[in-house]
């Protein structure tokens, strides 16, 4: 599906009960990168060292302008703390359209990302049509899994992937 980066770049601010996800900021990534250089970041390719992890964070923000999707902030409401970040990633490192997550570790076990990504794949879904998305979890991420099951992604064994041990997780409307 292609889009029209002129028009259609901008990243929206979601609501849902608890939480705000919205554009990512810079003030978003000094959380971030102590998220991606830490052990947490091991079942996605981490730790990162600093220049990596600018690059997967500049790499959230330029998706919404080749794609009209991308990474969002996840913010609690009632303080405006970033808690995480809530993807659609895309392009030639991703086999499809995949739906990722992090959450800072002091707000782990809330259901943040469940809410956040219920309220994302209802956006993508209504608002860019689109018609299915993937998440790549390694098997070891229990965590992630539960997530993927609560959000009714059924497990695809046939899907490709870059990782062979991945479990895939795919979505529909």
Not at 46 to 59: D, L, M, S, T
Not at 67 to 94: H, K, R, W
Request: negative net charge; glycine residues 8%; contains cysteine.
């Amino acid at each position: 599906m292609r889009h029209d980066a002129s028009t259609q770049w901008m990243a929206p601010t979601l609501t849902t009960k608890r939480l705000r996800l919205r554009p990512i900021e810079l003030g978003d990534y000094e959380k971030f990168e102590k998220f991606l250089a830490s052990s947490r970041s091991e079942l996605m390719g981490g730790p990162y060292k600093a220049r990596a992890a600018w690059g997967v964070f500049c790499h959230e923000i330029a998706l919404w302008y080749l794609f009209g999707y991308g990474g969002l902030s996840i913010e609690l409401q009632a303080t405006g703390e970033c808690v995480g970040l809530m993807e659609i990633n895309d392009g030639p490192l991703f086999p499809e359209r995949e739906l990722g997550w992090q959450v800072f570790q002091e707000h782990e076990g809330n259901g943040y990302i469940t809410e956040a990504a219920q309220a994302y794949l209802h956006w993508a879904f209504q608002e860019r049509k689109l018609p299915t998305f993937v998440s790549y979890i390694d098997p070891e991420n229990s965590r992630s899994i539960a997530v993927a099951e609560r959000l009714n992604g059924l497990l695809d064994h046939n899907a490709p992937r870059q990782d062979p041990e991945d479990l895939v997780y795919r979505y529909h409307p």
